[in-house]
């Protein structure tokens, strides 16, 4: 083998190895019942989180999301945990649904809502009615204001 074949060998598999421990090393904290993104906690169960919006008289947000999104680790660290971001979070029942995980509900969510990739938030009303979305990544000022026009056209809904 020539020096050059092994080099582009030896290149390949640390690109693949980079690769993969990156995407292996994604923090995603979650149990059971919630998925935990910049401190705050959303639902994982879209049905359970729907019947408490019912109750509460709240609107839903729902969260797309994957564990090797950059974005979505941008809004982990310079969105979610802004005090006046988490003041209007509190207006809504939160719903994280990571794009990757199988199941039938997650099909179903990504495909009622045309979610193709990571980030995309999309404000519904407690019966899965659209009020707002958000594709990509958005600065803290235009997320809250995205969240604003979501719950006031909520609000004009009710």
Not at 4 to 9: F, G, H, I, P, Q
Not at 136 to 149: C, P, Q, S, W
Request: proline share 4%.
């Amino acid at each position: 083998m020539t020096p050059r074949k092994a080099l582009t060998v030896v290149f390949f598999v640390l690109v693949l190895g980079i690769g993969y421990y990156s995407m292996s090393a994604a923090p995603v904290l979650s149990d059971q019942n919630y998925s935990y993104h910049g401190g705050t906690e959303w639902h994982t169960d879209y049905e359970r989180a729907a019947q408490i919006a019912a109750d509460e008289d709240k609107p839903v947000l729902v969260y797309f999301w994957t564990t090797w999104c950059t974005y979505c680790e941008d809004y982990n660290q310079q969105v979610y945990p802004d005090p006046t971001v988490q003041s209007h979070l509190d207006e809504f029942v939160l719903v994280a649904v990571n794009l990757d995980a199988d199941g039938e509900s997650t099909a179903r969510l990504k495909q009622r809502y045309g979610a193709k990739y990571p980030p995309q938030h999309v404000a519904v009303t407690a019966d899965g009615t659209q009020l707002s979305r958000i594709n990509g990544y958005a600065d803290r000022e235009d997320f809250v204001a995205f969240l604003e026009r979501a719950r006031t056209t909520y609000e004009n809904q009710n």
